[in-house]
């Protein structure tokens, strides 16, 4: 058996035994990331918009979505289950994610398919990432490597893995 596909054995066997102890609701965890990104997103907005009117008001609200983001980026992310600047990490994975969507939206919107397809590609592969680190299925290191075999064809990539695991039609 080659080493790919027992790397992605051992990991499913994993998640198997997350999901059978009751560790792990991807489905619910899939919506909360998305709203998490949506807070990331209004807070974006309400800082752009406090610059741009002048208003300090707007910067009021920022902090109550800022409060509410690290609520439930928490829930995701519990303090015993991080380490070093994963937090961090994981927060700005999925701002990157909700932007590079709205960026290939916009473009899918203007006709311009082909670069619409790779900003979506990009934002999945951040998003893959954000779920590797999420279910400490890869490490700090590990993304780093990853960043420098992005450009490489290889079986049973995180993708793959992340397209198996997280269906928010399983409920």
């Known amino acids: 058996m080659d080493a790919d596909r027992m790397k992605f054995e051992a990991l499913a066997r994993k998640i198997a035994e997350m999901k059978a102890a009751g560790q792990v609701d991807l489905s619910s965890d899939e919506d909360l990331s998305l709203a998490v ?24 609200v920022l902090n109550e979505v800022r409060a509410m983001r690290k609520e439930l980026l928490e829930k995701l992310l519990p303090k ?4 070093g600047e994963t937090w961090c990490i994981s927060k700005h994975l999925l701002a990157t994610t909700m ?9 899918q919107g203007d006709g311009r398919k082909e670069e619409a397809k790779k900003l979506f590609d990009q934002a999945y592969k951040m998003y893959s990432i954000f779920w590797g680190l999420r279910l400490n299925l890869i490490s700090v290191p590990e993304v780093k490597e990853m960043a420098k075999e992005e450009a490489k ?11 198996k695991l997280v269906d928010c039609c399983d409920e």
Do not use: C, Q
Request: proline share 4%.
């Open 37 to 60: 990104m949506n807070l990331i997103s209004l807070e974006e907005h309400f800082f752009m918009t406090g610059e741009k009117t002048g208003k300090p008001e707007y910067f009021d």
């Open 153 to 163: 064809d290889k079986p049973w990539t995180l993708e793959d893995i992340v397209d």
């Open 80 to 83: 015993d289950r991080h380490e």
């Open 99 to 107: 932007r590079l969507m709205e960026v290939g939206t916009k473009a």
